[in-house]
């Protein structure tokens, strides 16, 4: 039984009208007409917004696994993410500079417009989740990175590992080495080389808050991007979308023991899509996400947030949550 399933039965969750409730909390889509606004994207979890010279990013309640976005929303997980990530963007200022001006909305957050690379820097610290499912399926290499013989699931790498995936906007991320970004010109190796020192005193900085908080930083990806010729760090930082953490308290003796660690990441909800058959793959269902469901993988976004902040949550607002959203971002720019 995983992780999430022992928490679902442990919490003997039931289904109840009250659930159908909550479900409606959740803010799954937004589309606003903001003064000078020239276009609108829409990615897995974000919506963002291109208004006069700044993008104004809304973090909403979808979920996405396996790059498919999951039919429910669920909710506080938009504010769960914007705050982790406001969190950490200033906490890692004096490492890079970074697109955030100001957090107007709990799940709202606006700043520069950078020229994004098409690259995602993913950083890995141990051999778990999809890179150690490519090793027991006899990979010994990650985007050009050798991997050795002989290591454990969890297992520590001797120094971090960098392992690329091109940026796509629709569909799955691919692998890709260094050499091949460079090669291909998708990246100057000038500003590569830049974004890996970046990356690696991010991971580092993120790793000595995730000890203090009794947190091992296991991996996490990094999004750059440019400004006036300068490199700056978007999208969000440190996560549980985007980062896996392990609890420090006995990782060691879990792993001696090949026991499964205990985490706090979305790899809980990938883990229950794949024990219902779901890995993204063609003809594949989603599985039925109940109101039970939703509301679990909820309360698990709130205890990622208290664990990895050591900040209690305090629940935004839900009652209107687009008029909410919209009023706060229009009295920003009204008064910027």
């Not at 409730?21 to 917004?49: C, N, W």
């Not at 950078?114 to 027991?136: D, H, N, Q």
């Not at 991010?202 to 009794?214: K, P, T, Y």
């Not at 990938?270 to 039925?288: A, S, Y």
Request: hydrophobic letters at 35%; proline letters at 4%; aromatic letters at 10%.
């Amino acid at each position: 039984m995983t992780d999430f399933n022992c928490y679902l039965q442990a919490n003997r969750i039931i289904h109840t009208k009250k659930k159908e409730t909550y479900m409606s909390l959740a803010i799954t889509h937004s589309e606003f007409k903001f003064p000078g606004q020239k276009k609108v994207y829409h990615g897995k979890v974000r919506d963002v917004y291109f208004v006069d010279d700044l993008l104004v990013m809304v973090v909403s309640d979808r979920i996405s696994a396996f790059d498919v976005v999951l039919p429910k929303g669920i909710p506080y997980k938009g504010q769960v993410l914007n705050q982790i990530a406001n969190k950490f963007l200033d906490a890692t200022r004096d490492i890079v500079p970074n697109w955030k001006l100001v957090s107007p909305d709990a799940n709202v957050t606006i700043g520069y417009q950078c020229e994004p690379f098409a690259v995602e820097m993913i950083i890995r610290g141990y051999l778990t989740g999809s890179s150690w499912r490519s090793y027991k399926n006899g990979s010994r290499s990650i985007c050009g990175v050798s991997i050795p013989d002989g290591m454990k699931e969890h297992q520590a790498f001797p120094e971090p590992i960098l392992t690329p995936t091109t940026k796509a906007v629709e569909g799955h991320d691919e692998d890709i080495s260094r050499e091949e970004i460079i090669s291909q010109g998708i990246v100057s190796e000038e500003d590569y080389i830049l974004m890996e020192k970046y990356t690696r005193e991010l991971f580092q900085r993120g790793s000595e808050i995730a000890d203090n908080m009794g947190l091992i930083l296991v991996d996490t990806k990094y999004e750059f991007g440019k400004k006036d010729g300068q490199i700056y760090l978007i999208d969000e930082i440190h996560t549980p979308d985007s980062s896996r953490y392990f609890y420090k308290e006995g990782y060691q003796e879990r792993f001696e023991k090949g026991e499964n660690q205990k985490q706090l990441s979305k790899e809980f909800v990938r883990e229950w899509l794949m024990d219902n058959g779901f890995q993204g793959k063609d003809g594949q269902q989603v599985p039925e996400m109940t109101p039970a469901i939703v509301e679990s993988i909820s309360e698990r976004y709130i205890e990622l947030f208290e664990r990895i902040t050591g900040e209690v949550f305090t629940k935004s607002d839900t009652a209107q949550i687009p008029e909410r959203i919209e009023q706060n971002i229009l009295s920003f720019l009204k008064n910027r």
